[in-house]
């Protein structure tokens, strides 16, 4: 597109189910694998559009169960008009990173942009050249060196795909507030189901989820969390 041309680097124009810029590398086997970062592009004013028109909320959770953990939401401040005032538009865009978990990005233009994924280009080839990968289905088994298949992500992005309970409870689960994506897919690996969960929250009440242990450092998803999780059960708000 404009303002990306061949100083930034080789790169596809391919479509994406979700998300704007990704990054892939080969398996041993060849196969084409998908690296942990995903980024999500807007325009001050494509951002305005998205929450009146109700895209906002759809496209972070598709972006959040995407299988990628590393979500980068790249905001471009310049913008001619805009459907919303700046304070709304900003406020969304902090809720974004505190409570949804992403990283934030702001640049000016489309030419900053490029700068700022040439640079992210530059560190993951330095981070990942040479290195023995793995390719994975499973976006719950996957680690630094075994990563998704370009095929699977396709597919487990697919807006209107039928979706198994175990994705259903964990699209549900990442709406919560303090529970992260690494913290409910830990969670959908000890509680495959609503009923199974809603047992748990009968049985252990605030502390149903506390000691569920999530992510590559183990650490306990704790009382905060579980806490959020069983007051929205309580109330009804999660069903």
């Known amino acids: 597109s404009s303002g990306i041309n061949a100083e930034y680097g080789r790169y596809d124009v391919r479509k994406l189910q979700v998300g704007d810029f990704l ?5 041993d086997d060849g ?36 299988g990628l953990s590393r979500r980068i939401y790249l905001v471009e401040t310049k913008a001619s008009y805009m459907s919303l005032p700046e304070a709304s538009l900003n406020q969304a865009i902090v809720n974004t990173q505190v409570c949804d978990g ?5 640049t000016a233009d489309l030419r900053e942009t490029a700068a700022y994924l040439t640079l ?16 994975v289905d499973n976006p719950l088994v996957t680690t630094e060196t075994r990563l998704l298949t370009f ?8 807006k209107n795909r039928v979706l198994c309970t ?28 609503f009923s199974v969960l809603l047992k748990c929250h009968e049985t ?3 502390d149903m989820v506390s000691g569920i242990k999530f992510g590559l450092s183990q650490r306990k ?13 309580g109330n009804g708000a999660l069903k």
């Open 120 to 135: 992210l280009t530059r560190m993951l080839t330095n981070r990942f050249s040479g290195r023995s990968l793995e390719g």
């Open 31 to 66: 196969t084409e694998l998908v690296l942990d970062y995903v980024v999500e592009r807007k325009r001050m004013d494509d951002l305005a559009q998205s929450i009146t028109g109700g895209r906002f909320i759809e496209q972070k959770m598709r972006l959040k169960t995407c």
């Open 166 to 193: 175990r994705e259903v409870l964990l699209k549900q689960l990442v709406r919560v507030p303090k529970i992260s994506q690494d913290k409910a897919e830990a969670i959908v690996q000890e509680i495959p189901t």
């Open 151 to 158: 095929g699977s992500f396709s597919t487990n992005s697919v």
């Open 204 to 206: 252990k009440g605030e």
């Open 102 to 106: 992403f990283t934030i990005k702001r």
């Open 23 to 27: 990054w892939t590398a080969q398996a």
């Open 221 to 233: 998803i704790g009382i905060a969390a579980s806490r959020s999780l069983a007051g929205l059960l």
